[in-house]
């Protein structure tokens, strides 16, 4: 295996800029990774290696010439697969998008190729981002590199499962309601959810609008960071994106990591996100990390979020209403899977048997959730009321930060547990995001950073912060980093 393919992606870049190595020599190294190992890891859905090497090339070109490169410029990323990339595949891990190929760039796929980095295809996961183990996809789980019998978070899991498996340095992931942050924590890596609207949703394929955002993965809280940096900023062809100043994450990971202190940083253990039904050994890892921020010289206060016990009810609620009213559009007419076109059935028939066909279990039981919430009679009910606690963990999150600058919890109670283990019980599915939904209700950025070990896998510290204040979590997560040592796979697991 290349040296290359352990480098990170700051490294890598750092090569690129000095000649010390080639886009190309970079992008074949990772294309050569992913021929070995993704048979095992099945983390791509699709491998585009000619056009990979096509822009490595031209960033060898653009150097050649004397043309400045960005700070990522020649480095591999893999696209999760909701992201719309023009003239390549994109299905949202469903068998009702099979073999669709946009005509046209998302808003972060044209943001990543501005910015010269490479990208290497698009990756697996939960089926329209429905799902915590990427085990819902139509075209077969991801494995853990950690352990191939076990689960890589979700519905991000191939995009974690690739940087995880050196696979790629970076990737880019979109959180519902953890979907960056679960998988970051069980495959540890570094994932961040931005500041709702900090990052362009157009050109996502929409589960949730009011809640689905992109963001980085990386091996390292800086690469992260840099990958961060590429993608945000305002887009007018967004109607949710936040038209301000993207504060500069890079300047905070380095600032973090180089400093090595947190003096003067309140940081508030959220007392609600812990304790009975965690396991054991995550509490113990988080415990340890704690101590770690007071080590720095953080000041660690505990602090009370009450309706933060509401989010799960709350967010199975409104994630699936709005899935029920987004996914109405794969209607077999406009465009994706068409089934029953035989000229005997009606359209409302075809509809049928199309939607019957290209969706999955886990998607056809959101949408008959969100329906029935959205239903006369029923709404001010269900939706209205979940929207109404949606408001309340947004105050509590107010109140707790003006008593601590960033708050902390696990970012799962659970490590990865077996492929298969909980696919028949959602419910037992759905507590794996418990610490993550809070952030994703309130539209405020989170990030998670490797803590330690549990039972021999991953866990993850979450750092919290107040919307728009995301260089904060770099800077807290960069310090931390710092201060313990990084995780990498067992070396015979994809040997």
């Known amino acids: 295996m290349s040296d290359l393919v352990h480098r990170t992606a700051a490294e890598l870049a750092d090569l690129v800029s000095t000649g010390q190595a080639s886009a190309v020599e970079i992008a074949q190294a990772h294309l050569d990774r992913i021929a070995a190992v993704d048979g095992s890891v099945n983390a791509f859905l699709h491998v585009d290696a000619e056009g990979a090497l096509a822009a490595a090339k031209a960033?060898?070109?653009?150097?050649?010439?004397?043309e400045p490169l960005g700070p990522l410029a020649g480095v591999p990323l893999a696209m999760k697969d909701v992201v719309v990339t023009k003239d390549l595949p994109t299905?949202?891990?469903?068998?009702?998008?099979?073999?669709?190929?946009?005509?046209?760039?998302?808003?972060?796929?044209?943001?990543?190729?501005?910015?010269?980095?490479?990208?290497?295809?698009?990756?697996?996961?939960?089926?329209?981002?429905?799902?915590?183990?990427?085990?819902?996809?139509?075209?077969?789980?991801?494995?853990?590199?950690?352990?191939?019998?076990?689960?890589?978070g979700g519905s991000s899991g191939g995009s974690s499962a690739s940087v995880a498996a050196f696979e790629a340095p970076l990737s880019i992931g979109t959180d519902t309601?953890?979907?960056?942050?679960q998988p970051a924590a069980v495959t540890g890596i570094v994932g961040h959810k931005p500041t709702y609207g900090a990052v362009s949703r157009y050109g996502l394929i929409a589960f949730s609008s009011s809640l689905d955002q992109a963001g980085p993965f990386g091996r390292t809280v800086l690469d992260t960071a840099l990958?961060?940096?590429?993608?945000?900023?305002?887009?007018?062809?967004?109607?949710?994106?936040?038209?301000?100043?993207?504060?500069?994450?890079?300047?905070?990971?380095?600032?973090?990591?180089?400093?090595?202190?947190?003096?003067?940083?309140?940081?508030?253990?959220?007392?609600?996100?812990?304790?009975?039904?965690?396991?054991?050994?995550?509490?113990?890892?988080?415990?340890e990390a704690v101590q770690a921020l007071r080590g720095l010289g953080a000041e660690v206060v505990e602090v009370s979020c009450p309706n933060f016990v509401y989010a799960l009810a709350a967010y199975y609620l409104i994630a699936p209403s709005e899935c029920s009213s987004n996914l109405a559009r794969f209607d077999s007419v406009r465009f994706g899977l068409r089934v029953g076109d035989d000229g005997v059935h009606d359209l409302e028939k075809v509809m049928?048997?199309?939607?019957?066909?290209?969706?999955?279990?886990?998607?056809?039981?959101?949408?008959?959730?969100?329906?029935?919430?959205?239903?006369?009679g029923y709404y001010e009910a269900y939706y209205g009321q979940a929207q109404k606690v949606r408001t309340l963990i947004a105050r509590d999150f107010a109140a707790a930060f003006e008593k601590a600058d960033v708050l902390v919890s696990p970012t799962s109670?659970?490590?990865?547990?077996?492929?298969?283990?909980?696919?028949?019980?959602?419910?037992?599915?759905?507590?794996n995001d418990l610490c993550t939904l809070p952030a994703s209700l309130a539209g405020t950025p989170a990030i998670s950073v490797p803590s330690g070990l549990s039972e021999g896998l991953p866990a993850g510290l979450q750092i919290m912060a107040p919307a728009l204040a995301d260089d904060r979590c770099y800077r807290v997560a960069a310090a931390f980093e710092a201060a313990t040592e990084r995780l990498s796979p067992p070396a015979g697991v994809l040997a």
């Open 352 to 376: 049928s048997l199309t939607r019957e066909a290209g969706f999955g279990a886990e998607v056809k039981r959101r949408i008959i959730i969100g329906t029935y919430a959205l239903s006369s």
């Open 59 to 66: 960033v060898d070109e653009r150097r050649a010439a004397g």
């Open 177 to 181: 309601g953890g979907s960056i942050r």
């Open 227 to 287: 990958l961060h940096r590429a993608i945000a900023g305002h887009d007018p062809c967004d109607s949710t994106s936040i038209n301000a100043t993207t504060p500069d994450v890079v300047a905070a990971a380095r600032d973090g990591a180089a400093v090595g202190n947190l003096a003067g940083v309140r940081v508030g253990v959220v007392r609600e996100l812990g304790g009975e039904g965690y396991q054991p050994g995550v509490l113990a890892s988080f415990d």
């Open 413 to 431: 109670p659970f490590v990865a547990f077996g492929i298969g283990e909980k696919v028949d019980d959602p419910m037992a599915m759905y507590v």
């Open 91 to 152: 299905t949202a891990g469903s068998k009702i998008l099979e073999g669709w190929r946009p005509p046209y760039d998302a808003t972060v796929t044209r943001r990543v190729k501005d910015a010269g980095i490479v990208m290497l295809g698009k990756t697996n996961m939960d089926e329209f981002a429905m799902g915590s183990s990427t085990e819902n996809s139509a075209y077969g789980p991801t494995r853990n590199p950690w352990d191939l019998s076990k689960i890589p």
